[in-house]
């Protein structure tokens, strides 16, 4: 993922209202965000318990001044739910099979007029949004000759296509 400006991932959002762009916290120590690492950016807002953003690059990412009209880039408000599940639940995203980190059900309204009228959209989650560090981690060698090098590869587009396809979904002005 290109580094990205604090105007840049405000001006991304697709559900939320100028207001809501204003008041969001960004990460914690976002100066020192290792950007090559990450298929997207997650965050839990540190003021508000349930609340969670991600910015999802859709493919090259305009340096400065992107908006969520613009193709490259989606900016989401997602909203825990208060319940957990009640078994361990796969991420929907990263499809991490060891479970190394809680997932949580997150919700976000629609982009939009749908989104005003209370049309969500909802996911499974890593609760901290670890996806990226667990699709960059080698998955075992299943069988003789096994392309480990490959299998994270296709991990790694696989997140990049879901998390695009999620927030294209929340973008989606119907």
């Known amino acids: 993922m290109l580094p990205l400006t604090e105007k840049t991932i405000r001006a991304s959002f697709a559900n939320a209202s ?94 939009g007029a749908a989104g005003r009228n209370g049309d969500t959209v909802g996911t499974l989650v890593c609760a901290d949004f670890e996806c990226s560090a667990n699709v960059h981690v080698a998955p075992p060698e299943a069988y003789l000759g096994f392309d480990v090098e490959a299998a994270r590869a296709e991990r790694i587009a696989s997140l990049r296509d879901r998390a695009a396809g999620f927030a294209r979904n929340v973008a989606q002005r119907t």
Not at 51 to 79: F, N, Q
């Open 18 to 111: 100028r207001r809501e762009t204003a008041d969001l916290t960004l990460p914690a120590r976002f100066d020192e965000i290792d950007w090559a690492d990450l298929e997207f950016l997650g965050w839990r807002d540190p003021k508000l318990a349930r609340r969670a953003y991600v910015v999802v690059p859709l493919g090259a990412v305009p340096e400065t001044g992107s908006t969520a009209d613009e193709p490259g880039l989606i900016g989401v408000v997602l909203k825990q739910a208060e319940a957990s599940p009640r078994a361990r639940a796969q991420c929907t995203w990263c499809q991490d099979v060891r479970l190394p980190n809680d997932v949580v059900f997150y919700s976000a309204k629609r982009a």
